[in-house]
């Protein structure tokens, strides 16, 4: 399995920047892609940013040229450089780790995605 941990969230008036940090731990061999979510309250969990192992990466729309996704495999860490923050950006932020092996999890099920505890992210205006 693939134990995530996040960092670097915080408060920030509108227009300034913050960098995220997950670090993965456990079968991080077997990771194929990571990524960022976000979750707003009232609102579902949405992609903010995605990279493969290819380092490929893919945006949405509302973050594209303001958000980057980087990945350093040598220390399986993820992260996501946030500049000229906006309100709506206030979320809490959710690192993702895809793998290409199943494991069974603490129930019982066959999975390949990871999640972590997430770090909130708050914009002022």
């Known amino acids: 399995q693939v134990q995530l941990v996040e960092s670097g969230g915080g408060v920030v008036q509108a227009g300034g920047s913050l960098r995220l940090s997950c670090v993965a731990s456990g079968s991080t061999f077997a990771i194929e892609a990571m990524a960022w979510y976000r979750q707003a309250p009232g609102n579902q969990r949405e992609l903010v940013a995605h990279?493969?192992?290819?380092?490929?990466?893919t945006y949405a729309d509302s973050v594209k040229g303001r958000f980057t996704i980087s990945r350093d495999n040598a220390n399986n860490k993820v992260y996501l450089e946030m500049n000229s923050l906006k309100p709506e950006d206030t979320a809490v932020y959710y690192c993702?780790?895809?793998?290409?092996?199943?494991?069974?999890?603490?129930?019982?099920?066959?999975?390949?995605?990871?999640w972590g505890q997430g770090t909130q992210v708050a914009v002022s205006a």
């Open positions: 990279i493969n192992s290819g380092a490929t990466t």
């Open positions: 993702n780790a895809v793998t290409d092996q199943y494991y069974t999890d603490d129930s019982g099920r066959a999975v390949n995605e990871y």
